[in-house]
């Protein structure tokens, strides 16, 4: 029987039918990545893209094709991930143009509407590069318009019109080239993108034939299935990268937004610029060597929001082999950001609120811009550990390029982190994670990353890891000295009375970890000196004679605080092995202005 016309119904369904054809195809699409970096998660871009997609058509009014498509826009916009994943973002933003106000299509509406989503889809593109999901988009949107004019059964056009499709697939080795060179033709493969939209368009030709989508497609498409097609694998080449992170944000912004001042702004840092939206959104993808710099300029022109950033020059070294064991830790590890990169040990933000601004730690606030807002904010900010969706994320970008995962998080006493990490894990039955609750925090927990990373690269195993570094942590001991107990009032930490008389007699607690990972007062001093000399005894008597030692001092605002600490502690033990770190925002929110810990490792 023919189908005449697109209710919102039918598009949801085909929409999400289409969206587990790709889901189901992610590892192949992986192994034949090439372009624009062969980095193997092109798969894995577009299956979380569409996942978003399901995800927000799960609660969708589905009365009217409009009200399908803009949920679909939406979600496709904030869930875009990579570069074909944005692309893909900008194609459903342009159908809710060419759609909207409708309640159902035709045959030739629907039509007219992906020529508008195959121009969003090319203008989002500062270059657009043939040989790729673009060309496949216009040439497939081409022969539906066709088609359109001579038959206005959906049966028909999806059928014949495919097979446009995976024709233009198939030339996609020859046209697409770099610097005169045929990249996909030299790999032996398709492009990676292009394949994705074809197994998007089979899908709904499924959907077609079948005549209904049972509910539990639905449930079955947002699982990320792991069943693949083919056995091509791209032969790649490790020439350097000219830019090595992909970069992603959205921007909430008003009517005013200068998209091109911004593209102009972008492109002077980088390549591979997506750039698209809705009139109070932008989602914006890029190559770059300075992710922060990106925000910031970001910054200028709106809110951000949904912000990360991937190294693609890891991904492409390791996306078709996968090492032993992978490492992850939390923003409030206080390591530096070029040990934790070169070490690729991945790094999961906690959130900060400064009102309704939002940032992601360590990713879009440093810690200088961080103390000069906490010295501004009249209340004292939020913050919010990571969730589920970021371990998610970070666990499957791991898992493509590690067998197994340890993952070591601020302490279960004070942060929902570690439960979110735990949760998370279990999405990945068939992979080995395990999760170590370090009990500590800041360069406690930085130790216990430290010591992962060295004996991972030793070759010992994740059982031998998680042994050591649960044994380790009770060799550990912090005394955080604060120069005002204000935060911990204004965090409602300690009462206004009992903070009143604190700071009535001059005192300053010592506070510390227990063996359950809880915050306890260790100890006591009058004023803000007397505090931190008390810090600095209590790590001698806990480091003294100790055969390995080592300290950690942190510090929020105030490096003067910090090192009066280190060379008190040199003068009475010279050989001890000292370094000096500042303290995360996350971390600083509850510190305060003035803080410093003393963190000691002894054994």
Known sequence: MPIRYLNGRRLKRGIIAGAESVILRKDYLNRINVFPVADGDTGTNMALTLKAVVDGLSECDDSTIDAVVRCAADAALIGSR???????????????????GKERATARDFANALLVAKNYAYEAMMTPIEGTILTVIRDWTT?????????????????????????????????????GEAILKKAGVVD?????????????????????????????????????TGNAHADVSHDPLAFQFCTEFVLEHGEGFDKKALRKELLAHGDSLIIGGSSTKTKVHIHANAPQTIFDIAARYGILRKTKFEDMKAQRDQAFGRKPIGILTDSTCDLPDDYLEANDVALVPLSIRFGDEEFLDRVTISPSEFYQRLARSQE???????????????????LRRYESVVAITLSAGVSGTCQNAKLSSKFFKDRNIVVVD?????????????????????????????????????????????????NLVRGGRLSRSRGFLAKLLRVNPILSFDERGKVVQRGKGIGARGALNKAIALTIDHVRGKSRAQVGIVYSDNL??????????????????????????????HGGRGCVALIALAE
């Open 82 to 100: 990579g570069n074909s994943g944005s692309i893909l973002a900008q194609f459903y933003q342009g159908l809710c143009e060419g759609l909207m």
């Open 380 to 398: 004292l900010p939020r913050t919010s550990q990571p969730s589920t969706a970021h371990f998610k994320q970070a666990y499957d970008d791991l």
């Open 192 to 228: 990676s993108g292009a394949q994705g939209f074809v197994a998007m368009v089979e899908g709904v030709i499924s959907f077609i034939a079948q005549g209904s989508l049972k509910e539990d497609v639905a449930r079955k498409a947002v699982s990320l299935g792991n069943a693949e």
């Open 438 to 486: 370090s009990r500590l925090a800041s360069l406690g927990l930085g130790f216990l990353v430290r010591e992962a990373v060295e004996m991972r690269n030793r070759g010992e195993s994740l059982e031998a890891i998680v042994r050591r570094l649960n044994h380790l942590a009770t060799k550990i001991k912090a005394f955080l000295s604060l120069e005002t107990i204000d």
């Open 560 to 589: 003067a605080r910090a090192e009066y600490a280190k060379e008190k502690l040199l003068t009475a033990l010279p050989n001890l092995s000292v370094e000096v770190a500042q303290i995360s925002p996350a971390l600083g929110v």
């Open 143 to 179: 022969a539906v318009n066709e088609l359109a004019q001579i038959t206005s059964d959906f049966k028909q056009i999806f059928l014949e019109s495919c097979r446009a499709a995976k024709e233009s697939l198939a030339r996609t080795p020859e046209q697409l080239k770099i610097n």
